[in-house]
C-alpha cells in the first residue's frame, strides 16, 4: 500500500533558528505533495501545495520565504521553517497523491515542531 | 470558499453504541468528500470517499453516504469500539480545481468506554 514517511518525527529548536523537514512516498509517485501545518487545536492549515511540473503554491499567510519547499522528484519533498517562532509549533504534515486523477491524499506521521 | 462543518466537537460513548458524527460542506462543484480518522502521534488515515451524490463509502464498519441535497456526509457506526476512540475529521476536495488541496472540518474526538 501507500506509505508516507517523514523525517524528523518531532524537533526542538531554539526561538529565530531553522530547521529541515522531510517527505518520503514509498511505493507509489507522488504526482502532488500538499504541507499542512496542525496547530495544538488540531485544526489543519494547508502551507502550500507542489504540484509536479507546475510551480509551488503557497496559501495566503504562508510565503515561500518563511517555508521555502523543494520537490525535486516524485517521492521526495522537503520543507524548512526559517525563523522559527512560538507560533510556528505545530504538527507539521505531508499529504501526497498518488495521481492527477487520484483524489486520495496519503499523510505521514508528521513533524511536531517544538519553539523555545 | 469551501468550508467544511462538523457539528459535534467530542462524543463520549459505550463500547457497542451507535455512532453518528455529523458533517456538512459548502463547496462550489461537485466536491469530493472524504472522512479521515487520527490516532495519537499519528498522522490523519483515510477512511474512505465518495465523489458522487447518493455513493456510500465505508471501511471497518464505518459509513457516509454522499447526500448534495442536504450537502451532508455523516459518518455513522453501529457498534463502536474501544479502538475507535480517535479523532474523526471530514474532508473535502474540489476535483475541478484538480489541485489536490483539502479542506478539512475541525475534527471530533471520539471517546469509546469500555
Known amino acids: 500500500g501507500a506509505l508516507v514517511y517523514q523525517y524528523p518525527r518531532r524537533t526542538i529548536c531554539k526561538s529565530g533558528t531553522s530547521m529541515r523537514m522531510e517527505c518520503q512516498a514509498v511505493g507509489f509517485q507522488a504526482t502532488s505533495v500538499a504541507w499542512y501545518r496542525q496547530s495544538p487545536q488540531k485544526t489543519f492549515e494547508l502551507i502550500a501545495l507542489?504540484?509536479?511540473?507546475?510551480?509551488?503554491?503557497?496559501e495566503q499567510n504562508f510565503t515561500q520565504e518563511k517555508f521555502p519547499i523543494s520537490h525535486p522528484n516524485l517521492s521526495f519533498s522537503s520543507m524548512t521553517v526559517l525563523n522559527a517562532y512560538l507560533e510556528d509549533r505545530g504538527l507539521y504534515l505531508c499529504g501526497a497523491r498518488l495521481g492527477l486523477g487520484s483524489y486520495e491524499q496519503y499523510f505521514g506521521p508528521g513533524t511536531r515542531l517544538t519553539v523555545l | 470558499g469551501d468550508s467544511v462543518t462538523q457539528t459535534e466537537g467530542q462524543v463520549a460513548l459505550s463500547e457497542e453504541d451507535f455512532l453518528t458524527i455529523h458533517c456538512n460542506y459548502s463547496?462550489?462543484?461537485?466536491?469530493?468528500l472524504f472522512w479521515y480518522v487520527q490516532y495519537p502521534g499519528e498522522g490523519p488515515q483515510l477512511l474512505f470517499r465518495a465523489s458522487r451524490d447518493k455513493e456510500k463509502g465505508s471501511s471497518r464498519g464505518f459509513e457516509a453516504t454522499y447526500d448534495k441535497g442536504t450537502t451532508s456526509f455523516h459518518l455513522r457506526k453501529a457498534s463502536v469500539q474501544e479502538s475507535d476512540s480517535a479523532v474523526y475529521y471530514c474532508a473535502l476536495s474540489d476535483p475541478g480545481a484538480n489541485t489536490g488541496k483539502l479542506t478539512f472540518g475541525h475534527g471530533t474526538i471520539l471517546r469509546v468506554h469500555p
Open positions: 463547496a462550489s462543484g461537485y466536491p469530493t
Open positions: 507542489s504540484t509536479v511540473n507546475s510551480a509551488i503554491k503557497y
